[in-house]
C-alpha cells in the first residue's frame, strides 16, 4: 500500500471472530481449507461442509495438529445434489453462521447433476442458491450477518445462455465454467439488490482468488485445460493462503460493504493483497438478474422471502 500506509489485508489482520460460526463450502482443500485455517485461528467456529467427510476430517486433522483449540465441524454437503443441499440445511443448527460458498467444480467433460442439470451450473450456482435461500432465516439471526459468494475472473468472458444452460446443443468446458461464474457473479449482485430491497441485515459481497494454484484446475480438467492451468501456468499462480484473501476480507472486514466485490489487487487482478474490483457489466444488469433469479427458484424449488428489487 503506497503513501506510507501500513498493509493490513494479510490473514493475521483478520479481526477476532471468537463467537462467530461461518459455514464454508469446499472447506477440505485449497481456497476453503485456507480461509477455514485462517478463521479458526482469529477464535470462529468453522462447519466444513465438505462433499466427502474423510477428507474433511483430514482437513480438520491438520488444523487442529498446528492448533489444538481450533472449534471446526465437518458436515456432509453434495452442492450437485439438491437433495443433499436441503439435508444440510435441514441438520444445520449453527448461531446465525457467515455463509461462505467457496466450492467449485472446473472444466469436466459434460456431466449431468442427480437433477438432470449440467454438472457445473448445478454445483457452482445452483447449489449455492439453494443453500443460501434454505439458510437465510438462520443466517438473518447473526451477528454482522453475511453471504460471501466466491466467483472466478472469468466471469468477465461468460455469457448467460438461457436456452441452452444444460449443454444440449454444444458442450464446450471453459465456456459453461465461464458461465458459471458469470452465474456466481450475478447471484451475489441480485442477492444484495434484494436483500438491500427488504431492509435485511444480510449483507451479500462477493470475491475472486486471481491466479490461485489449487486442485480446482486438475480434479476434473482434461486435457489442453487440464495442461495449461494444471501444469504450465502453475508456477505464475499465487498459493491458497494468498488467494483466500479476497473472501477473507469481504467475510470479516468491518468496512466490507453489501454488493462489495473483492479481488487481488495486482496486475491484471491475478495476485496481491485483496482491493476493491469492479463486476462485469453482465453482472449487475437487473435483467438478467431478474432472469437468473427466476430460474433458479424453477430449477431448484428454493423461493426466497425477499422482494424483487
Same mark, same amino acid.
Given at each position: 500500500?503506497?503513501?506510507?500506509?501500513?498493509?493490513?489485508?494479510?490473514?493475521?489482520?483478520?479481526?477476532?471472530?471468537?463467537?462467530?460460526?461461518?459455514?464454508?463450502?469446499?472447506?477440505?482443500?485449497?481456497?476453503?481449507?485456507?480461509?477455514?485455517?485462517?478463521?479458526?485461528?482469529?477464535?470462529?467456529?468453522?462447519?466444513?461442509?465438505?462433499?466427502?467427510?474423510?477428507?474433511?476430517?483430514?482437513?480438520?486433522?491438520?488444523?487442529?495438529?498446528?492448533?489444538?483449540?481450533?472449534?471446526?465441524?465437518?458436515?456432509?454437503?453434495?452442492?450437485?445434489?439438491?437433495?443433499?443441499?436441503?439435508?444440510?440445511?435441514?441438520?444445520?443448527?449453527?448461531?446465525?453462521?457467515?455463509?461462505?460458498?467457496?466450492?467449485?467444480?472446473?472444466?469436466?467433460?459434460?456431466?449431468?447433476?442427480?437433477?438432470?442439470?449440467? /454438472? &457445473?451450473?448445478? $454445483?457452482?450456482?445452483?447449489?449455492?442458491?439453494? @443453500?443460501? %435461500?434454505? #439458510? =437465510?432465516?438462520? !443466517?438473518?439471526?447473526?451477528?454482522?450477518?453475511?453471504?460471501?459468494?466466491?466467483?472466478?475472473?472469468?466471469?468477465?468472458?461468460?455469457?448467460?445462455?438461457?436456452?441452452?444452460?444444460?449443454?444440449?446443443?454444444?458442450?464446450?468446458?471453459?465456456?459453461?465454467?465461464?458461465?458459471?461464474?458469470?452465474?456466481?457473479?450475478?447471484?451475489?449482485?441480485?442477492?444484495?439488490?434484494?436483500?438491500?430491497?427488504?431492509?435485511?441485515?444480510?449483507?451479500?459481497?462477493?470475491?475472486?482468488?486471481?491466479?490461485?494454484?489449487?486442485? /480446482? &484446475?486438475?480434479? $476434473?480438467?482434461?486435457?489442453?485445460?487440464?495442461? @495449461?492451468? %494444471?501444469? #504450465? =501456468?502453475?508456477? !505464475?499462480?499465487?498459493?491458497?493462503?494468498?488467494?483466500?484473501?479476497?473472501?477473507?476480507?469481504?467475510?470479516?472486514?468491518?468496512?466490507?460493504?453489501?454488493?462489495?466485490?473483492?479481488?487481488?489487487?495486482?496486475?491484471?487482478?491475478?495476485?496481491?493483497?485483496?482491493?476493491?474490483?469492479?463486476?462485469?457489466?453482465?453482472?449487475?444488469?437487473?435483467?438478467?438478474?431478474?432472469?437468473?433469479?427466476?430460474?433458479?427458484?424453477?430449477?431448484?424449488?428454493?423461493?426466497?422471502?425477499?422482494?424483487?428489487?
Amino acid at each position: 500500500m503506497g503513501n506510507g500506509q501500513k498493509d493490513t489485508s494479510g490473514a493475521e489482520h483478520v479481526p477476532d471472530q471468537t463467537g462467530r460460526t461461518f459455514v464454508v463450502t469446499g472447506a477440505n482443500s485449497g481456497l476453503g481449507l485456507a480461509m477455514t485455517r485462517a478463521l479458526a485461528r482469529r477464535g470462529a467456529h468453522v462447519v466444513l461442509a465438505v462433499r466427502d467427510e474423510s477428507k474433511g476430517r483430514r482437513a480438520v486433522a491438520d488444523i487442529t495438529a498446528e492448533q489444538p483449540d481450533a472449534r471446526l465441524e465437518v458436515r456432509s454437503l453434495d452442492l450437485a445434489d439438491l437433495d443433499s443441499v436441503r439435508a444440510f440445511a435441514d441438520r444445520l443448527h449453527a448461531d446465525g453462521p457467515v455463509l461462505v460458498n467457496n466450492a467449485g467444480v472446473m472444466a469436466p467433460p459434460r456431466t449431468l447433476s442427480a437433477q438432470g442439470h449440467e /454438472l &457445473q451450473f448445478a $454445483a457452482n450456482h445452483l447449489g449455492h442458491f439453494a @443453500l443460501t %435461500g434454505l #439458510l =437465510l432465516d438462520l !443466517l438473518t439471526e447473526g451477528r454482522d450477518p453475511r453471504v460471501v459468494t466466491v466467483t472466478s475472473l472469468n466471469h468477465r468472458q461468460g455469457r448467460l445462455d438461457f436456452d441452452d444452460l444444460h449443454g444440449e446443443r454444444g458442450y464446450a468446458p471453459m465456456r459453461f465454467y465461464n458461465r458459471s461464474k458469470l452465474a456466481n457473479a450475478v447471484f451475489g449482485h441480485e442477492l444484495h439488490r434484494r436483500l438491500d430491497a427488504a431492509g435485511s441485515p444480510v449483507r451479500s459481497l462477493l470475491a475472486h482468488p486471481g491466479y490461485t494454484a489449487t486442485s /480446482l &484446475q486438475t480434479s $476434473a480438467p482434461t486435457g489442453l485445460v487440464r495442461f @495449461l492451468f %494444471g501444469r #504450465l =501456468l502453475t508456477p !505464475l499462480a499465487q498459493s491458497p493462503d494468498r488467494g483466500a484473501l479476497p473472501q477473507l476480507y469481504a467475510a470479516t472486514r468491518p468496512d466490507a460493504g453489501s454488493g462489495q466485490f473483492f479481488g487481488p489487487g495486482g496486475p491484471a487482478e491475478l495476485r496481491g493483497a485483496p482491493r476493491r474490483v469492479l463486476l462485469a457489466p453482465a453482472a449487475t444488469d437487473a435483467g438478467t438478474g431478474r432472469r437468473l433469479w427466476e430460474v433458479s427458484e424453477r430449477l431448484t424449488g428454493v423461493r426466497f422471502p425477499l422482494p424483487v428489487a
